[in-house]
């Protein structure tokens, strides 16, 4: 298991007791690698700064325990931002109808990378509508995604604060 995966599996419990999920975690850089924790509330609540002070407060004590990661590291914690990465199924339900950018492990219909409005989770599957075009991308061959910045994810994101 990959060092992001063996750190998912570590603090997703911990950060669900703490009303949190895990976005993403990823490791970056050789030298001194940064660890990115991101995360949200699991009502989905606008993340704060002093939100992601407690995550990494928590996270910091449960590392040192389980040394999760050898060496010196940075630990980065955050919140997914407007134009978030999708990167669990539920994801594809919960922002349907907002336009995203993907890219597969492989190439579907000749292409890797696909743009176009996300219609939802249809079993495993993505579906997405690139211009009345319809693809359906399987989950467990998608690389990255995440949503495009505009006018929508913006009115949504006005909606969210409007709530809460």
Known sequence: MDPANRVANLITAPLRDMGFELVRAQISGAQRPTL????????????TVEDCAIISRALSALFDVEDAIEGAYTLEVSSPGLDRPLTRAGDYERFAGYEARVELHDPLAGRRRFRGRILGLFGDVVRIDMEGQIF??????IQRAKLIMNDELLALAEAGRAQH
């Open 136 to 141: 359906d991308l399987p989950f467990e061959e």
């Open 36 to 47: 990115q924790i991101m995360a949200e509330h699991i009502d989905h609540a606008n993340m």
